[in-house]
């Protein structure tokens, strides 16, 4: 079965950091580019940022220059990296694994809270 389990999410001041890692199972991690999105209450759930299996990345202009996705196909492992935060980044952000070949394979972790307030 396939696993993706996020993790690192938490309260924070306008300005300040955070790390969200994401662990995946069940899948030929290499093969799959991995991605962050977030849902607001009331929002659509949103692209974050993705990454691919040879560190080519996408960034949604919302958190360009202030967030970085990286991977370690080594730990089978995708993180995000938030610096600046603002209280409009305040979400559930959920780890994405996607993988197109004869068939379309999408999977989704549980999602882990970021919330920034002061």
């Known amino acids: 079965q396939v696993q993706l389990v996020e993790s690192g999410g938490g309260l924070v001041q306008p300005g300040g950091s955070l790390r969200l890692s994401c662990a995946a199972s069940?899948?030929?991690?290499?093969?799959?580019?991995m991605g962050w999105y977030r849902q607001a209450p009331g929002k659509q759930r949103e692209l974050v940022a993705t990454?691919?299996?040879?560190?080519?990345?996408d960034y949604a202009d919302s958190v360009k220059g202030r967030f970085t996705i990286s991977r370690d196909n080594a730990k089978n492992t995708v993180t995000l990296q938030m610096n600046s935060l603002k209280p409009e980044d305040t979400a559930a952000y959920y780890c994405?694994?996607?993988?197109?070949?004869?068939?379309?394979?999408?999977?989704w972790g549980q999602g882990t809270q970021v919330t920034v307030s002061s």
């Open positions: 069940g899948i030929i991690f290499d093969m799959y580019i």
């Open positions: 994405n694994a996607l993988l197109i070949r004869d068939m379309l394979y999408n999977y």
């Open positions: 990454i691919t299996s040879g560190g080519i990345t």
